[in-house]
């Protein structure tokens, strides 16, 4: 059975902060690795990842992917207050066409 | 989210009662799925369709029943309600290529049973 876990289950920070969302997974034919941002409502896609190494950004995010330890990590720097949301982290599995979801980090940002 | 929409976008039923909630999309996705979502737990599976009548069991499926007579609408029925079914559900699609791209999600039906 594919497993993922994330850490830490919440966090606050303040405006300006750096923070690091972490990711570690099991799975028996690792294909891919996701991230999602979710404020209220529905999740939405931030990066997938696939190849150990090779950092995916987009903005003040970033993320990065070791196949090797089996874990990701999701940078946020210079945090706003609009990035306060629950960070999900999933895996795929070459299996099967379906996602496996962590818990969900929570993240507080503080104004 | 434009081209998934999930309906009702809230519910209130009792105990023992009958639910079943409605994902509607015009995307012709092939893949569909039935997610619940619960504090500390992520989101889990509960079913999931790879075509029309083709439906398979997720991790978190017993009490709950699928059906896709249509591309375009997948139905989870609570059979008899009960408290542990107290969640916010979600609904999600994807094409052949959302497995590497992910899924589109609705926005989610929140389901309190007393």
């Known amino acids: 059975e594919d497993k993922v876990v994330q850490s830490p289950l919440s966090l606050v920070v303040h405006e300006g902060d750096t923070v690091t969302l972490n990711c570690s997974y099991e799975v028996t034919n690792f294909r891919s690795l996701l991230w999602y941002k979710q404020e209220k409502k529905a999740p939405t896609f931030l990066f997938m990842l696939t190849s150990s190494g090779i950092e995916k950004k987009s903005g003040r995010l970033s993320s990065i992917l070791d196949k090797k330890e089996l874990f990701s990590i999701l940078n946020i720097t210079a945090t706003q207050t609009g990035d306060s949301a629950i960070y999900l982290c999933a895996v795929g599995d070459n299996a099967g066409n379906m996602l496996t979801f962590g818990g969900g980090t929570r993240l507080m940002v503080k104004p | 989210d434009a081209g998934i929409t999930q309906s009702p976008r809230h519910k209130v039923t009792e105990t023992g009662t009958p639910v079943t909630l409605r994902c509607h999309q015009t995307e012709n996705h092939r893949y569909m799925y039935w997610y619940r979502q619960d504090p500390g737990h992520g989101l889990r599976l509960i079913h999931y369709?790879?075509?029309?009548?083709?439906?398979d069991k997720g991790e978190v499926s017993d009490g709950y029943s699928v059906s896709r007579s249509k591309t375009e609408d997948f139905l989870l029925t609570l059979e008899s309600a009960t408290s542990s079914q107290t969640s916010v559900y979600f609904c999600a699609i994807s094409d052949r290529t959302g497995f590497d791209y992910g899924y589109t999600f609705g926005s989610g039906t929140r389901l309190t049973v007393v």
């Open positions: 369709s790879y075509g029309v009548k083709d439906t």
